[in-house]
């Protein structure tokens, strides 16, 4: 069983830059594999980025590649989603997830979800 608690959300003007913390409890999160998820207002959750259990893979969405960095330290259970150049279209509730096995990129692999982090961008 692994639990996640998302952080780090907040308001902040285009152009500038959030780190979103997802911290994971038990002592089994580094043979997990990570992802962050968005989900925008009247939009279905949609795949932002995700890293290998060691860290050595990442793999990005199209519309986070160069400005979003995921990466994890497994010493302190905690993964996390730099975002930098932010627009308003990256506003959307952010969502980090654990999985064993499967596609990074779809939602069905993962088998833990954290509660969210709600993140705003105005124009």
């Known amino acids: 069983q692994v639990q996640l608690v998302e952080s780090g959300g907040g308001l902040v003007q285009a152009g500038g830059s959030l780190r979103l913390s997802c911290a994971a409890s038990?002592?089994?999160?580094?043979?997990?594999?990570m992802g962050w998820f968005r989900q925008a207002p009247g939009k279905e959750r949609e795949f932002v980025a995700a890293?290998?259990?060691?860290?050595?893979?990442?793999y990005y969405a199209d519309s986070a590649k160069g400005r979003f960095t995921i990466s994890r330290d497994n010493a302190k259970n905690i993964v996390y989603l730099q975002m930098n150049s932010l627009k308003p279209e990256d506003t959307a509730v952010y969502y980090c997830?654990?999985?064993?096995?499967?596609?990074?990129?779809?939602?069905?692999?993962?088998?833990?979800w954290g509660q969210g982090t709600q993140v705003t961008v105005s124009s």
């Open positions: 997830a654990a999985r064993r096995r499967g596609y990074y990129n779809l939602e069905t692999s993962y088998d833990y």
């Open positions: 038990g002592r089994t999160f580094s043979s997990y594999a």
């Open positions: 890293i290998s259990w060691s860290g050595d893979n990442t």
